[in-house]
């Protein structure tokens, strides 16, 4: 019996140890797949970051600055983005893949300079399709690249050290991407960009479809009409100052009251002619000069620059931080968001839209405008000198002011008034200037939407130490678009009575 026990003891042990070396063999096998997964997956996602990460380039193609990018989606599409106007995109493969193409920049002047003298611009677009092929083409073999990168840096991770290892990652994921490509390239369905999707600003998508055609090509025409315009009210200001003697005003100060300009090159235009005509002598402009405030929109601010004027801008509730960065470096803009500016003895307060600081929407509700309103309340009252002007974009910021400035002069609206209220025992003359923009660069195409501003003239009184301005009368002055005809409107303030108007039409031009 104790034989037999010793021999059944030894089996036993036996097969605990041949189980336990079978335990850890499973285990060496199951912790090595596991490390080898793990590093898989670290290949994965090393090559999915990298080229989402560096899956970009930019390029110009003439007038135009474009951005094109790789970027995985569940669902595969292309895509055209236009930032202040939205995105058309089109389903036009199945591999979870989505190209872009993003428009950063249009040079207006060099894109306006290159469709002169072009009968059909789609022509001129036409001519751009090679260069834009070709960027296409170092695009794709950029991609292929990074592909091959990625791969490499997989191979690192993993542990491999001999060049001979890293080549064939480094060709792997070249040929991954080159194969992805080529499933593309097999599955690119043409048809389907004939029926896109556009995602943007709604009344924008009318604008995107026609600007080129019905917009840039037409700035020049405006542009010449625009100079007959401002000479032919040259000429009516005489006839208004002779339809009675009220109308016959001083004005030592000319201001020109600009709003809402909606990054619309033709409004600037329309501005440059008023104050070459008119010879203005400050423009003051109480916001939107944009529509979205992106980068884009900065670039056709430029003008400004050039007018040779002081420019003193308020923001709007469409205008962003990026915007007033962009043009607070030109040196004739001065950019109010909450403070007095003097000019020649002028004092003006402006106070910026409260929307600016908001990033996710274009526009501060009652309850943030109300707030806001206590705010430049507050700074009012706790002011010493009294302003000439009080700037604000939304007429709801000043409110609140018991005692507000002989003039306030706003915008938001679209809509060009007049208004003289009593208000604390003294008159207040409120000034909207509509649009100067006509609503935004849409409106190169609507002929019922004036381009507005209000020239203030101010007369001088005191000494040269202690200088006061009284705002004697008001001009609106509209153009409507290319029919050429203008609207000009006289309003004599502080002793004058009723308001003295003249509207015509531009030499050849015709009422339609």
Known sequence: MNDRTARSTGISMQADTNISKLGRCGGLRCNKQLRRNGQLLLCAFIFLSLLTVFGKMNTVLGPFQIKMEFAWRWTGESRLVIPPLGEVTAKTHRLPVALSATVERIDLALLQHELMGIVDPDQYFLSIVPKARTALYYFLAKLCFIGGIAGLCGGLCIGWRSFQRLWRAFAAGFLMIVLLLGCIGLDFDWSALENPRYEGALEAAPWALSLIDQGLTQLPAFSAKLSLVAGNLNRLFSQVDKLDPLAKIGGDLKVLHVSDIHNNPAGLEFIGRVIEGFGVDLVIDTGDLTDYGTALETELTRKIKTLGVKYVFIPGNHDSPEVIKSISRFPNVTVLEGGLFVYNGLTIMGWTDPAVRISEKLMADLDELEAEAELVADYWRRLTV??????????????????????????????AEIQEKISGGQQTVWINAGTSGAAGIRGLTDDNLPYSVALLHFEESGTDEKK?????????????????????????????????AVSGQTEGAKER
Do not use: C, M, W
Request: aromatic share 8%; proline share 5%; net charge positive.
């Open 386 to 415: 009294r302003p000439d002007v009080l700037a604000v974009h939304n007429s709801r910021l000043a409110q609140k002011i018991s005692y507000p400035a002989p003039v306030v002069i706003f915008g938001h609206t679209h809509k």
């Open 468 to 500: 006061k301005y009284r705002l004697s009368a008001v001009d609106s002055i509209k153009v409507f678009s290319l029919r050429g005809k203008f609207i000009l409107e006289r309003k004599v303030l502080a002793g004058g009575e009723g308001v003295h």
